[in-house]
C-alpha cells in the first residue's frame, strides 16, 4: 500500500475545506427539521472515529476493535457523570483518555503482532470489552442498557450540532497535522517496511503504540460525545458490526488519502438514511455501494474525479489519433 | 456423572458444528488466501434453505440436508468465481465484498422469511440411546456420527485423491504448484464449494437442535475465526484441535458461570494462548 507522503500544498485546497465548514456551519438556519440534524451529527461523530481509525492504519496495522474504544469512552464518561455528578465537560476527556490507555495497553502487548493476526486479535478484544460491559451490570446496566445519562445540552439539537462540527474540524485538523508531522511520517515508514525503518533509527513499537494511543483518543472522544447526545448507551451500539462498518467506511472513502475516511463516513451514513423508507430493505442500500466500489472504484471514492479527469483525457487523445491522417 | 456426560455430550456436539464451518474457512484462506467472512451468512443460508424444502415443500429431512449442501455448494463456485477470483490477492477489496455478501444475505433471509415467528427443522432422528445408565438422545449421536463421517471423508479426499494432493501443494507454494501444471483456479473453486457445503450441513443441524435466525451467521464466523487462531492457518489437524477446545470452553464454562462471562473467559483464553503461541497449535506464521 502506497501512502503519500505529502498533502496538497496549493492554497486552494484549504480554501475549499474553509467554504465547506462555512456552509456547514450556516446549514442549521436553512435546515430546521430536528431529523436532518441527527443525521449529521451522527456523520460528525462518524466521521472522527473513522479518520482516528486511519491514524492506526497508516501504521501498518488494521484495528477491528474501534467500537469498543469508542465503547470505552463512552462508557467511562457516561458512568462518571451519572454515578458521580461530574459535569459531562470534564468526563468527555477523561472517558477519551481512559480509551487513550487501554489504547496504549492493547498497543503494546499485541505490538510484536503484524497485520492479519493483529487485526484478528484486536477483533477478539473487541468482543471481549462488549461482554464485559454486558458482565458489570451494575455499572453498565448490561443488556438493557444504561440509560439517564447526563446531557450536553438541554432542548434543541442545535447547540449539539455546532459542538459536534467544532469537535469535528478540530480532530481532524489535529489527526491531520499528526499525520504529515515527522510523527506519522515514521509511521508510515513502519508500514512501507518495518525492517528499513528501524535501521533508520525509528522505534517500531513505540511508534505503533503512539498509532494506538492517538487513534484511540479520538475514538474515545467520539464515543464519549455520542454517550452525551444519544443519552442511552447499550450493548449493541458498538457491536463487532460496528467496528466492522467503521473499517468499511475507511476502505470505501479510500484509505491512501486523508480525505477518504471522511467521505466514505459520510456518504455511507448520509445515504442509506435517505433510503430510510425502505424500511427492512435499506441495508442493500449499503450492500449496493459496497459492491459499486469494490468492481468499479477500487481506490475509494476519491480517486472518482481522477478517474472522470483521465478518462476525459483519454477520450481527447483518442480524438487526436482518430482525426490524425 | 449425568453432568460430565452431558457436558462431553454437548461438548462434542458444538465441537462437530464448529469445525464443520470452521474448516471450509479456513481450507479457503490457507489454499485461495481468501478471508471469506460471509462463511457465517452462507451457514445460515444452509440452514434456511434445508428448512425451505422440509417444511414447506414436505420433503425427507435428511433429503432437505443434502439439497441444501448442493445448493450451497453451487452458491460456493459462484462466490468464488464471480466475486473472490478477480480480485485474488487484493485483501481489503475481499473482505469488503465479503461484508456486502453479508449484509445482502442477512438482509435478503430476514426479508423473505422475517425475524418474528420460531423457525425450526425437523428433528432429525427421535428418540433416546439407552445403553444402562448411560441416556442420550439420538438426535445428538447422529449429528456427531454423521459429522465424524463427513471430516473422515474430507481427510480422506484431501490426503488421498488427486485434488485433495493439489490442494495441499498450492497451500504450499502456489508459484510451484503452477508450475507443475496445477490449475489453481479450479481447485480454489472446488474448495470454496466444499467448505460452504460443510458449512451448510452444519446450518442444517444447528437449524434442527436450536431454532433459525438470519443473523445465528455473526457468532458462528467468530467461532471459525477463533479456531483458525487456536489451530493455526494451514493445518487441519489444528483445526480439529481448536474445534475442540472451542466446543468444551463453550459447553462446559456455562455450567458455572453466566454466559456473558464465558464469552469473556472463552475469549481471554485464547488471547493469552496466542500471546504465547502466535501460530497456534500446529500452524505457519503468517
Known sequence: MKLPIRGGSKLTKPAVYAGLVVILAVLPLFMTASYYLHIFIMAFIFIVATVSLRTIFISGQISLAHAAFMAIGGYTSAILAKEFGWTPWVCMPLGALMAMGIGILIGYIFARLRALLFAMLTLLFGIVILEVSSVAGRWTMGYSGLTGIPALFIGSRVPYYYFFLGLTVLSLLALYRFEFCRLGINLKAIAQSNLAASSVGINETANRVLAMAVGCFFAGLAGAGYAHYTLVLSHASFSLLQSIYLTMYMIVGGVGSFAGPIIGAAILIIIPELFRGLKEFSPFIFAGILLIMVYILPQGLVSLPRLIRSAFTERKKGKRIAHAP | ?286
Open chain 2, 1 to 286: 456423572m449425568e453432568l460430565a456426560l452431558g457436558i462431553s455430550m454437548n461438548s462434542l456436539v458444538l465441537a462437530a458444528m464448529y469445525i464443520l464451518v470452521a474448516l471450509g474457512f479456513a481450507l479457503l484462506f490457507s489454499i485461495a488466501g481468501i478471508l471469506n467472512f460471509a462463511h457465517g451468512a452462507i451457514y445460515m443460508v444452509g440452514g434456511y434453505i434445508c428448512y425451505q424444502f422440509a417444511v414447506e415443500y414436505g420433503l425427507n429431512v435428511w433429503v432437505a440436508v443434502l439439497l441444501s449442501m448442493i445448493v450451497i455448494g453451487a452458491f460456493g463456485l459462484f462466490l468464488e468465481r464471480f466475486c473472490f477470483r478477480p480480485f485474488s490477492g487484493d485483501m481489503f477489496r475481499t473482505i469488503v465484498i465479503a461484508i456486502a455478501i453479508i449484509v445482502i444475505l442477512e438482509t435478503g433471509i430476514n426479508v423473505l422469511v422475517g425475524s418474528v415467528g420460531i423457525r425450526a427443522i425437523p428433528i432429525l432422528a427421535s428418540g433416546r440411546l439407552v445403553m444402562g445408565p448411560i441416556s442420550i438422545t439420538w438426535e445428538r449421536v447422529v449429528t456427531v456420527v454423521t459429522t465424524g463421517a463427513l471430516l473422515a471423508v474430507m481427510i480422506w479426499f484431501i490426503n488421498r485423491t488427486k485434488q485433495g494432493l493439489q490442494m495441499q501443494a498450492i497451500s504450499q507454494d502456489p508459484e510451484g504448484a503452477t508450475l507443475q501444471g496445477v490449475r489453481i483456479h479450479q481447485i480454489s473453486a472446488l474448495t470454496c464449494g466444499l467448505g460452504c457445503a460443510l458449512a451448510a450441513v452444519a446450518g442444517c443441524f444447528m437449524g434442527s437442535m436450536f431454532n433459525l435466525s438470519p443473523f445465528m451467521g455473526d457468532l458462528m464466523l467468530v467461532k471459525a475465526t477463533e479456531i483458525v487462531i487456536i489451530g493455526g492457518i494451514g493445518s487441519i489437524g489444528g483445526v480439529l484441535a481448536g474445534g475442540l477446545v472451542l466446543g468444551v470452553i463453550d459447553a462446559a464454562l456455562p455450567q458455572f458461570l453466566s454466559g456473558a462471562a464465558t464469552q469473556a473467559v472463552g475469549l481471554g483464553v485464547i488471547i493469552v494462548f496466542l500471546l504465547f503461541r502466535p501460530q497456534g497449535f500446529f500452524g505457519r506464521l503468517v
